[in-house]
């Protein structure tokens, strides 16, 4: 379903739910040219909404300012959708998911060696196949929540094929992409998480 988000808010509330991070991170964040992106992000900063970091670790931030008006303009989508009801009972199930997604990210970066716990270097491409397995049948479940996240808020359409291209990218080598990069499966689900507290206006 494609997103009816304007792209201001979208940019904006992507922002909010990556936090302080670059030009690049936020195009495949939200799907857009980094072009429209970088036009999105300049006229909020002229609102006074965002702010940019320039030096070595330059970044786009929300401003506190910025940070309020997304929390008012994202309950105003939720209210005008009216699938409240239905993004939080897509919430619970996420919920569900959860505890599995961290169990497997401690698995890919740890794994037990002589009845010690160390750090897992990869070494065991057998062990790094079962554990990748399991990050596969997770994302073949997350899939379905997805769905209907994205029947409530097309935006939330954008998470999923985000989720599989982490996880072909560890098919295809890039072993960073299942926790280890602001691309992988674990940062891309951490956003999800994120955006869907922001949009309930839950906190942490």
């Known amino acids: ?29 939200t799907g857009l040219p980094p072009a429209t992106v970088e036009s999105e992000l ?14 070595p670790f330059a970044s786009w931030g929300l401003s506190a ?25 897509a919430l619970d199930r996420f919920l569900e998911l959860n505890p599995e997604l961290l169990d497997l990210c401690t698995a ?10 160390v750090v897992n270097d990869h070494s065991d491409p057998e062990y790094d196949a079962r554990v990748l397995d399991r990050f596969v049948d997770l ?19 954008r998470y999923r094929p985000r989720l599989a291209l982490a996880l072909r990218r560890v098919r295809a080598g890039d072993l960073r992409e299942a926790t280890d990069s602001t691309t992988s499966f674990h940062t891309v689900w951490a956003e999800l998480h994120e955006d869907l507290l922001t949009t309930l206006g839950i906190p942490r």
């Open 65 to 89: 300012r910025g940070r309020a008006a997304d929390a008012d303009r994202i309950a105003a989508e939720l209210a005008a959708a009216g699938t409240g009801p239905a993004l939080t009972a």
């Open 139 to 157: 994302d073949r479940r997350a899939a379905v929540v997805c769905e209907e996240l994205t029947a409530a808020l097309g935006r939330f359409g």
């Open 1 to 29: 379903m494609a997103t009816t988000t304007p792209l201001d808010l979208l940019v904006l509330h992507t922002l909010r739910c990556t936090g302080h991070t670059d030009l690049g991170r936020l195009a495949a964040a």
């Open 42 to 55: 300049l006229d909020l900063a002229a609102a006074g909404l965002v702010v940019h970091a320039t030096g």
């Open 108 to 117: 890919w970066q740890l794994r037990g060696a002589g009845g010690a716990t």
